[in-house]
C-alpha cells in the first residue's frame, strides 16, 4: 500500500533553517511528483511546492520562492523540503503529498515551530 | 495567486443534503479540468474526496459529488452523517505549475 512517512517535529529559532523528509513506498517512487502542503495550527491548507517525478524540477509558491528547496534522493525514494529564513508565521504542520494532478496519499505531517 | 473563496462554515442535518462552493476565476477553476476536494476530520490528515471536478477515488462514498459551473466549483454531501462533519477544502490547478486551496469550510451535522 501507498505510504509517506514524514519525519519528526522540529523546533527553530527565527531565521533558522529546517529541512523535513518524507519517504515514500508502495508504488514507483519516479512516476509521480511530490507536492508540499502546510497548515498553521487552527487554520487552512496551503501549497508549498512541487517536484517532478523525473527530472527534479521544481514549482514554489510566490511567497516562499527564495526560501524553500525541494529535493529527491531516487536512490531511498525519499523526498525532501528545506525552508530557510525561518519566521513565526512558518509555524505550521508541513505535509507531503502525492501529486497526480491531485493529492492522492498525504504523509502525516511534520510541525515545524519556529519560537525565539 | 488569492485563495479560492468558501463559505467559512455551514450545518445541516441528519439526512438532509448539502452544498459547498468553492469560488474561484477563470485562470483556475474555471481553466482546467483539475479541481479537486478534501476531507479534513480534527487532528487528522486530509483526504481526497474528488478529483478531476467530479471524480470519486474509490472506497469514497456515493454521497459525495461535485461538479463546476463556470468559475465557480460545488461540492454535494447527500444524506448527511454524523461522521460528515469534518473540514472541506477545495483546490484547483493555477497555471505555471502551481495550485491554490480554498479556505475551508467547517460542517456541522446538527
Known amino acids: 500500500q501507498v505510504q509517506l512517512v514524514q519525519s519528526g517535529p522540529e523546533v527553530r529559532k527565527p531565521g533558522a533553517s529546517v529541512k523535513v523528509s518524507c519517504k515514500a513506498s508502495?508504488?514507483?517512487?519516479?512516476?509521480?511528483?511530490i507536492s508540499w502542503v502546510r497548515q498553521v495550527p487552527g487554520q487552512g491548507l496551503e501549497w508549498v511546492g512541487w517536484?517532478?517525478?523525473?527530472?527534479?524540477?521544481?514549482k514554489y509558491a510566490e511567497k516562499l520562492q527564495g526560501r524553500v528547496t525541494m529535493t529527491t534522493d531516487t536512490s531511498t525514494s525519499t523526498a525532501y523540503m528545506e525552508l530557510r529564513g525561518l519566521r513565526s508565521d512558518d509555524t505550521a504542520v508541513y505535509y507531503c503529498?502525492?501529486?497526480?494532478?491531485?493529492?492522492?496519499?498525504w504523509g502525516q505531517g511534520t510541525l515545524v515551530t519556529v519560537s525565539s | 495567486q488569492s485563495a479560492l473563496t468558501q463559505p467559512a462554515s455551514m450545518s445541516g442535518s441528519p439526512g438532509q443534503s448539502i452544498t459547498i462552493s468553492c469560488a474561484g476565476a477563470?485562470?483556475?477553476?474555471?481553466?482546467?479540468?483539475?479541481v479537486s476536494w478534501y476531507q479534513q476530520h480534527p487532528g487528522k490528515v486530509p483526504k481526497l474526496i474528488i478529483y478531476?471536478?467530479?471524480k470519486r477515488p474509490s472506497g469514497v462514498s456515493v454521497r459525495y459529488s461535485a461538479s463546476r459551473s463556470a468559475n465557480t466549483a460545488s461540492l454535494t454531501i447527500s444524506g448527511l452523517q454524523p461522521d460528515d462533519e469534518a473540514d472541506y477544502y477545495c483546490?484547483?490547478?493555477?497555471?505555471?505549475?502551481?495550485?491554490?486551496f480554498g479556505g475551508g469550510t467547517k460542517l456541522t451535522v446538527l
Open positions: 477563470s485562470s483556475d477553476i474555471g481553466g482546467y479540468d483539475l
Open positions: 508502495g508504488y514507483i517512487f519516479n512516476t509521480y511528483g
Open positions: 517536484i517532478s517525478d523525473y527530472n527534479g524540477h521544481t
Open positions: 483546490c484547483s490547478y493555477a497555471g505555471g505549475g502551481t495550485w491554490v
Open positions: 478531476n471536478v467530479k
Open positions: 503529498t502525492r501529486d497526480r494532478n491531485y493529492f492522492d496519499f
